[in-house]
């Protein structure tokens, strides 16, 4: 969430860079303004009467020791404890209607991100030159079926529509693009992390993913309490509760983490015709990456994982982008993201295969999780990034449309082939 002192200083500025996502929260800010003024004279008028109620109280005992009649300090005592109760009460709805507004604003843009939505996306950078066929190429949905790769009617009668089932050798490709991707974090320092696929709703809120984004989650109500849970939609909500309610070192940071894990989403509303078949479904698989930082150190970082997703991608000898998003792009919670675009070529054009975000402390504020400074020995809040690092279900693909051969075969990315006995040709 953003800092409420920000926000009391300089409320003008964080509407402008709100604005700069696409939608005025002017109304929510001058909101946030008038509940900030009454909680603190709220918090102020009670903890008055708090002190006059103690020291009130200390009177009774000697009054009655000294053989006095003490209704009328009594009496002033119980009008101060309606008083407190009140303004606690009082508090209570407005503390929760400030938080429930808190958290309800989005993170704002950097100040080099510029305004606007896609078509103010800025490509940055491109790597090897578009594939090129003499032959009419298939697309990937018709050559993994006659491959044998991916079966869509079983998905489709096991979950329904938007799943699939991978099989022989598409699994083993499928594992083998997870394999490649873990080992090459590792090699890299990253800790692999094995995290639940259910998790608590406050996962949810210290990601920054509620409320905004409640209807693209799958949700699960226990039949024999209250809690709610629900399945994970990237592994980003996992990690990034990892160290809520902590303080770490400073020497501890940067913490960086990776995680595999299958990925749920709704994917509520429609889509275009063209991504079909693996493309956008309700269940993926993704390697996640995420940094915990120093707010000094976040940017090193954010180049990092930039860097790591693209050597990733270009391992695989694909061509594709990096794209800076412009403001309206960037998700809710993020101050600034880069995607790594891959060409598909039935799909004529460019689509996500990993995006690349900073936080900030967005998310550690919502989180509670801080670092102390060895310098001054006081705590400061975390910053967090993440990023795709990659998932498959683009992936496969953009794999098997610029590797296929004329002969319906696909040839094997060599950084692939030890995960599959040495095998270089899939063909039927």
């Excluded at 009008?79 to 507004?101: H, M, N, T």
């Excluded at 940094?291 to 976040?298: K, L």
């Excluded at 982008?321 to 039935?346: F, H, N």
Aim: proline fraction near 4%; include cysteine; charged fraction near 30%.
């Amino acid at each position: 969430m953003i800092d409420i002192k920000l926000i009391r200083e300089t409320p003008d500025a964080v509407k402008l860079s709100i604005l700069k996502k696409g939608k005025d929260y002017s109304t929510e800010i001058d909101r946030i303004l008038v509940l900030d003024v009454k909680r603190r004279e709220l918090i102020a008028t009670s903890e008055k009467d708090k002190a006059e109620q103690n020291k009130v109280s200390k009177q009774i005992p000697q009054i009655k020791k000294d053989g006095g009649n003490a209704a009328e300090v009594i009496a002033e005592l119980n009008v101060l404890k309606d008083a407190i109760r009140v303004a606690e009460s009082e508090l209570r709805e407005v503390e929760g209607e400030l938080d429930e507004l808190m958290l309800s604003l989005p993170n704002p843009p950097d100040d080099d991100v510029v305004a606007g939505g896609k078509e103010n996306n800025e490509p940055l950078r491109f790597f090897g030159e578009p594939h090129k066929f003499d032959f009419e190429p298939k697309n990937h949905i018709d050559l993994c079926a006659d491959l044998g790769l991916i079966d869509y009617q079983r998905g489709v009668k096991l979950a329904g529509s938007g799943f699939w089932i991978y099989r022989g050798l598409g699994s083993r490709l499928e594992w083998a693009l997870l394999n490649y991707f873990i080992d090459t974090h590792i090699a890299d320092a990253y800790e692999l992390l094995l995290v639940p696929h259910m998790l608590e709703f406050k996962c949810g809120m210290t990601a920054g993913q509620f409320p905004k984004y409640i209807d693209e989650v799958y949700r699960i109500e226990n039949p024999t309490d209250d809690s709610i849970h629900y399945m994970l939609p990237t592994a980003e909500a996992a990690i990034a509760s990892l160290h809520r309610d902590e303080i770490l070192s400073e020497a501890e940071l940067p913490k960086k983490y990776i995680s595999y894990t299958p990925c749920f989403r709704r994917e509520a509303g429609t889509y275009g015709a063209d991504e079909r078949g693996m493309v956008r479904g309700h269940q993926f698989n993704k390697v996640e990456m995420f940094q915990f930082t120093t707010p000094e150190g976040s940017s090193d970082a954010f180049d990092e994982l930039v860097a790591k997703a693209e050597a990733l991608v270009s391992g695989l000898g694909f061509h594709f982008r990096t794209v800076k998003l412009a403001a309206g792009d960037c998700s809710a919670l993020m101050a600034r993201t880069y995607d790594i675009e891959i060409q598909i070529p039935s799909m004529n054009g460019y689509k996500e295969v990993s995006s690349v975000s900073n936080a900030r402390c967005y998310q550690s504020r919502r989180g509670a999780m801080r670092f102390k400074r060895e310098s001054t020995g006081k705590t400061e809040f975390m910053y967090t990034l993440n990023g795709s690092g990659l998932a498959t279900s683009r992936i496969l693909p953009a794999l098997v449309e610029q590797n296929q051969q004329k002969d319906g075969s696909i040839v094997v990315p060599e950084v692939l082939r030890k995960y599959l006995g040495g095998l270089e040709i899939i063909s039927k």
